[in-house]
């Protein structure tokens, strides 16, 4: 075996390779005695067949394509120690000739990490706002839940809620048709078209009205897109929305039944601004990590990606998987799914959480931040809290696993690190040895849900 060509790029060595007769033959003789007792060689029982016969049977490329899974991982090998290289990694294989046989291998290195001038990194988070108009927002919508619809005699307005008599064609045939239909009239609506709401307003209980709408050319629904729906109405009631009034009737009214208007507007107040601060936390450590990444120099092995590509792929699946009800419904939902553009969605961000990682991972080494047994003690007991006594047990025992203290130890060394960052961005390098937690992004709570905490 000899190394005909060597070519180091970024993170992979591409290395040619070129076998002689000698190195193979002992791995076409370990392919026949395999195809002997597989293939069925007329004249002979399975498994008697000399070579000779097997080879001139299957032809000689079969045995040499059953011999590579044994040559080519033990060449690769050779390869990598010859040239000295450390793989990171499965190399990847192209055969160019069987004889002599030559491939390529793609060997992956361990990625290159470089710092630049991280302890000049100056950012400080954003300061929190807490907009009146933001809670007047949230209790009004509160107020809508619970209003009441009473009958006007006057034409429709913009909010109201109209009972009607609906009959619609599209191309001559029946689309929507239903008597006593209830819709809310919001000019900013789509339903049942585009413009629908528009035609409505204006109209008095009693009057009728024939018209025709048009769906744009890139409608969400491929198969109303460019239609040009004739509807004909009839308006049967015209209803107008009354909202309680903001008291303490009002409070005690909701689920959370707060004791008081004020109280209810203290509590959204606290929950929203809880819940801004933690994003904002957030918002600055992407900032400051994305503030690292910029001034580093960071690179890495084509492997990596695949393998974090890999995992969102399957978060992914497992969202979707909890979505549906059966197995039919997954496959139904998973046909509709585009890999190009599934590819396009997740690779980028696979490429961006590697960055993140390698980042962050030297820096933890460049600061000598270290995680102990008593902060991954202290951690599990911090799990533990909530944790109802009767199931307090069982799950210590779990959070007790080999795997799950270095799963502990890699989310510690991250915080750590993310708050090393954080006393450097702000001009406080001292020691690193805070522990506390970074507050994480929560997905958005409903009003009803903020009031409920």
């Given at each position: 075996?000899?190394?005909?060509?060597?070519?180091?790029?970024?993170?992979?060595?591409?290395?040619?390779i070129?076998?002689?007769?000698?190195?193979?033959?002992?791995?076409?003789d370990h392919a026949?005695?395999?195809?002997?007792?597989k293939?069925?060689v007329p004249?002979?029982?399975?498994?008697?067949?000399?070579?000779?016969?097997?080879?001139?049977?299957?032809?000689?490329?079969?045995?040499?394509?059953?011999?590579?899974?044994?040559?080519?991982p033990?060449?690769?090998?050779?390869?990598i120690?010859?040239?000295?290289?450390?793989s990171?990694?499965?190399?990847?294989?192209?055969v160019?000739q069987?004889?002599?046989?030559?491939f390529?291998?793609?060997?992956?290195?361990?990625?290159?990490?470089?710092?630049?001038?991280?302890?000049?990194?100056?950012l400080?988070?954003?300061?929190?706002?807490?907009?009146?108009?933001?809670?007047d927002?949230?209790?009004?919508?509160?107020?809508?839940?619970?209003?009441?619809w009473?009958?006007?005699?006057?034409?429709?307005?913009?909010g109201?809620?109209?009972?009607?008599?609906?009959?619609?064609?599209?191309d001559?045939?029946?689309?929507?048709?239903?008597?006593?239909?209830?819709?809310g009239?919001?000019?900013?609506?789509?339903?049942?078209?585009?413009?629908?709401?528009q035609?409505?307003?204006g109209?008095?209980?009693?009057?009728?009205?024939?018209?025709?709408?048009?769906?744009?050319?890139?409608?969400?629904?491929p198969e109303?897109a460019g239609?040009?729906p004739?509807?004909?109405?009839?308006?049967n009631?015209?209803?107008?929305?009354k909202?309680?009034?903001?008291?303490?009737?009002?409070?005690?009214?909701l689920?959370?039944?707060?004791?008081?208007f004020d109280?209810?507007?203290?509590?959204?107040?606290?929950?929203?601004?809880?819940?801004?601060?933690?994003?904002?936390?957030?918002?600055y450590?992407n900032r400051?990590?994305?503030?690292?990444?910029?001034?580093?120099k960071?690179?890495?092995?084509?492997?990596?990606?695949?393998?974090?590509?890999?995992?969102?792929?399957?978060?992914q699946?497992?969202?979707w998987?909890?979505?549906?009800?059966?197995?039919a419904?997954?496959?139904?939902?998973?046909?509709?799914?585009n890999?190009?553009?599934?590819?396009?969605?997740?690779?980028?961000?696979?490429?961006?959480?590697?960055?993140?990682?390698?980042a962050l991972?030297?820096?933890?080494?460049?600061?000598?931040?270290?995680?102990?047994?008593?902060d991954?003690?202290?951690?599990?007991?911090?799990?533990?809290?909530?944790?109802?006594?009767?199931?307090?047990a069982?799950?210590?025992?779990?959070?007790?696993s080999?795997?799950?203290?270095?799963?502990?130890?890699?989310?510690?060394?991250?915080?750590?690190?993310?708050?090393?960052?954080?006393?450097?961005?702000?001009?406080?390098?001292?020691?690193?040895?805070?522990n506390?937690q970074?507050?994480?992004?929560?997905?958005?709570?409903?009003?009803?849900?903020?009031?409920?905490?």
């Amino acid at each position: 075996m000899k190394v005909t060509e060597k070519k180091i790029e970024g993170c992979e060595a591409l290395l040619t390779i070129e076998m002689d007769s000698a190195a193979t033959e002992g791995a076409l003789d370990h392919a026949y005695q395999r195809l002997v007792k597989k293939v069925d060689v007329p004249g002979f029982r399975k498994g008697k067949a000399p070579r000779a016969i097997l080879e001139n049977f299957v032809g000689r490329e079969r045995l040499i394509d059953e011999s590579l899974d044994e040559v080519l991982p033990h060449a690769c090998a050779e390869a990598i120690k010859e040239e000295k290289l450390q793989s990171f990694g499965t190399p990847g294989v192209e055969v160019l000739q069987n004889e002599p046989l030559i491939f390529k291998a793609r060997v992956p290195l361990p990625p290159k990490v470089e710092l630049g001038d991280y302890l000049g990194i100056r950012l400080e988070p954003e300061k929190v706002e807490v907009k009146d108009e933001i809670i007047d927002g949230m209790i009004r919508q509160l107020q809508h839940e619970k209003a009441t619809w009473e009958l006007v005699e006057r034409p429709v307005k913009s909010g109201d809620l109209v009972v009607m008599d609906l009959e619609s064609t599209i191309d001559g045939a029946p689309f929507i048709n239903q008597k006593g239909l209830q819709i809310g009239i919001d000019e900013q609506s789509k339903y049942p078209a585009p413009g629908f709401s528009q035609e409505i307003i204006g109209l008095a209980s009693g009057q009728s009205k024939e018209f025709k709408l048009r769906y744009p050319d890139d409608f969400g629904k491929p198969e109303l897109a460019g239609k040009e729906p004739e509807f004909k109405i009839k308006i049967n009631e015209v209803k107008e929305e009354k909202l309680p009034p903001t008291d303490d009737d009002f409070a005690m009214s909701l689920d959370v039944e707060m004791p008081t208007f004020d109280a209810l507007k203290t509590r959204l107040t606290e929950n929203y601004r809880k819940r801004v601060e933690q994003q904002a936390v957030q918002d600055y450590e992407n900032r400051l990590v994305a503030e690292l990444i910029k001034i580093s120099k960071v690179e890495y092995p084509a492997n990596l990606v695949d393998m974090e590509y890999e995992r969102l792929v399957n978060n992914q699946m497992d969202r979707w998987r909890s979505q549906v009800n059966s197995e039919a419904e997954l496959e139904e939902l998973l046909a509709r799914v585009n890999p190009e553009e599934l590819a396009k969605q997740l690779r980028p961000m696979a490429e961006e959480r590697i960055k993140i990682s390698l980042a962050l991972g030297k820096l933890a080494s460049a600061e000598d931040i270290k995680v102990t047994d008593a902060d991954v003690d202290a951690e599990v007991a911090r799990m533990l809290e909530p944790v109802p006594e009767e199931q307090r047990a069982a799950q210590q025992q779990q959070l007790a696993s080999k795997e799950a203290r270095e799963q502990i130890v890699q989310v510690l060394l991250s915080r750590k690190t993310m708050e090393r960052l954080k006393q450097i961005a702000s001009g406080q390098a001292q020691s690193a040895e805070s522990n506390e937690q970074s507050p994480a992004a929560e997905t958005q709570i409903e009003n009803k849900e903020e009031v409920a905490q």
